[in-house]
């Protein structure tokens, strides 16, 4: 990761082409939940509900994914559970979000239980906030440093750490992946995001892992401040400026937020690397990232770096 | 903080009130030290440590005392950080008012260990007295943090009045143990007299042996699976692992005071019938 803005010299990785441009990525605030359940389904399907509707900060307020599955060694009360990684521009977006998620998607679901999965003098609340659900019947417990509520629920006790860590985190990092076809590109994106799935400190937001809307800042629409990014949609080849080539069929972007700019780095890499490896030419015709000129975000992954 | 050690030469003619040897004499030299003055109860005339202890810088990094401090009470008073070893009996509210910091006491403590404590360790090798982490007098609640950890048996009234914090005892215990508790953890490795609890109005008693509960002040035991049980296992095991296993165990539980409104917990191992 650099700070300047100097183009790069191109690189070939497996033949497929690296253009000299670099990833564009903010300051943004995060924390991490573990949530755990009696099963590993039930686990699932909390998560599934809690990391939902969290793609973009642009709209919904916080970008929410899955970190890693944990098993019952790794986590507090020993049953299975997933760490999720949550990320919003401001602690106080966080603030509002994770204690709604938390209250609608995890203590409604069965047998689930929900700690902190992070450190930090900066708290968001969990359990501080959904006590008042107890009606009085509720329980605070001390164990260790870390307090407890116990929130009693038609299935026994929902179990909640009063608050979790919140951290100084980067969002944003991308790539692109140019395709010869939807199936290549297609398949590219997939192979991108189950590399960079296993890594620690890194979440893909979107579905997938991918997303086909790239945006660029503003829009013709005043009362919309992100739009397409008509420079890389193939069905508007020959009425905009574009920098893709003819031979570009479609183009899927990885979207990744990590707790520091190493950890994006990483993922850019081995994302990057087992699309190219696995794909290679035949399917890609290149790689590029998305920035808005060095402008709006601090933290710039340049590719040529990331890769070397 | 410099290590020192102070060796009990001669008994005290009297009871001391002991609470100037716990964190007022951290960074005092040894003549600092021997003269300082040691109140005794019921004198107006007091004796200095001098009179009664040798006193020597040691290597390592904590205070000890040896001897027999049977009848110095209040011993380790507002210990807040560092290591307090005291190789002997001791005698009331040992680690009065401690926020930090352990104190280990190798023998036997008499009532009131851990009173008013709010943070840090109390280790008590043999057995403690009655009152066990009670409050000052004149205060509502008492001990609002940290650890006491008994490894022999214990008096009556063990967390009276507790509101926070952690009292194991490895042996047995006497009546009344939980009595007024306003919160925190209770654990009990031995037998108990009787009467768990009374006036409990929040907090946790953990039993190791089923005994039956006044029906008249706690609901029916209930079998339940309670996610917090893990927790305090794991928060347990080093220092009570046999508590720590039989809280992964199915357990039964109670709520009560209903006397007195109350809704504190008492677990216990679940009876086969």
């Not at chain 1, 009606?135 to 009063?162: H, N, T, Y």
């Not at chain 1, 183009?251 to 780095?265: K, M, S, Y």
């Not at chain 2, 352990?102 to 943070?119: H, K, L, P, R, W």
């Amino acid at each position: 990761m650099s700070s300047s803005t100097q183009p790069q010299p191109s690189l070939r990785l497996s033949g497929v082409p690296i253009e000299s441009t670099f990833a564009e990525a903010f300051d943004m605030k995060a924390t991490r939940l573990v949530l755990t359940a009696h099963s590993s389904a039930w686990a699932r399907d909390a998560a599934a509900a809690l990391v939902g509707f969290g793609t973009s900060v642009i709209a919904c307020g916080i970008e929410i994914a899955v970190e890693r599955e944990l098993t019952p060694e790794e986590t507090p009360d020993g049953r299975p559970g997933l760490a999720i990684l949550a990320f919003a521009v401001s602690g106080k977006e966080l603030e509002k979000q994770i204690p709604r998620r938390a209250g609608q998607c995890v203590l409604t679901c069965p047998t689930t239980a929900l700690f902190a999965g992070i450190g930090g003098e900066k708290r968001i609340p969990l359990g501080k906030q959904l006590r008042y659900f107890g009606d009085g019947f509720q329980i605070s417990k001390v164990v260790g440093d870390s307090r407890f509520w116990r929130i009693p629920v038609m299935d026994g006790e929902f179990l909640c750490e009063a608050d979790t860590g919140r951290v100084d985190a980067v969002g944003g990092g991308n790539f692109l992946l140019l395709g010869r076809s939807l199936d290549a590109v297609s398949d590219a994106c997939r192979i991108a995001s189950q590399a960079i799935a296993p890594l620690a400190g890194v979440i893909t937001p979107f579905p997938g892992g991918a997303t086909r809307s790239g945006s660029k800042v503003g829009s013709k629409y005043s009362n919309l401040f992100a739009s397409t990014n008509e420079a890389y949609c193939p069905t508007l080849r020959g009425l905009v400026e574009q920098p893709i080539g003819d031979d570009v069929a479609a183009v899927l972007e990885i979207v990744i937020d990590g707790l520091t700019p190493a950890r994006i780095a990483e993922a850019m890499r081995v994302g990057i690397t087992a699309a190219c490896r696995q794909v290679g030419p035949d399917g890609l015709v290149g790689v590029t990232a998305g920035n808005y000129g060095g402008k709006l975000g601090r933290h710039h992954f340049h590719l040529a770096e990331v890769l070397a | 903080m410099i290590g020192w050690q102070l060796q009990l030469r001669q008994p005290p003619p009297g009871d001391v009130d002991a609470r100037f040897l716990g964190a007022a004499i951290n960074g005092l030299s040894v003549e600092q030290i021997l003269h300082q003055p040691l109140p005794l109860l019921g004198c107006r005339h007091p004796i200095t440590i001098g009179d009664c202890f040798a006193a020597e810088f040691v290597g390592d990094d904590r205070v000890t005392l040896v001897g027999d401090f049977g009848r110095f009470h209040g011993l380790g008073y507002r210990w807040a950080g560092g290591e307090l070893v005291i190789e002997g009996h001791v005698g009331r509210s040992v680690g009065r008012s401690m926020s930090g910091g352990s104190i280990t006491v190798v023998g036997d403590a008499e009532a009131g260990a851990g009173e008013q404590m709010c943070g840090g360790r109390l280790n008590i090798g043999g057995n403690a007295g009655d009152d066990i982490g009670r409050p000052l007098p004149g205060r509502r609640s008492g001990m609002s943090g940290g650890r006491i950890v008994v490894a022999g048996d214990a008096g009556n009234c063990a967390g009276y009045r507790m509101r926070r914090g952690t009292i194991v005892i490895l042996g047995d215990c006497g009546i009344q143990v939980g009595c007024d508790q306003v919160a925190g953890t209770i654990a009990i490795g031995g037998r108990v007299a009787g009467n768990v609890a009374p006036a409990m109005r929040r907090g946790t008693v953990i039993l190791s042996q089923p005994m039956e509960l006044s029906t008249v002040r706690f609901t029916r035991p209930e079998s339940c699976r309670l996610g917090i049980a893990r927790l305090i296992a794991d928060d347990l095991r080093a220092d009570a692992a046999a508590i720590a296993a039989l809280l992964l165990k199915p357990i039964v539980r109670s709520l009560g005071d209903l006397s007195n409104g109350g809704t504190g917990e008492i677990w216990m191992p679940a009876c086969d019938r």
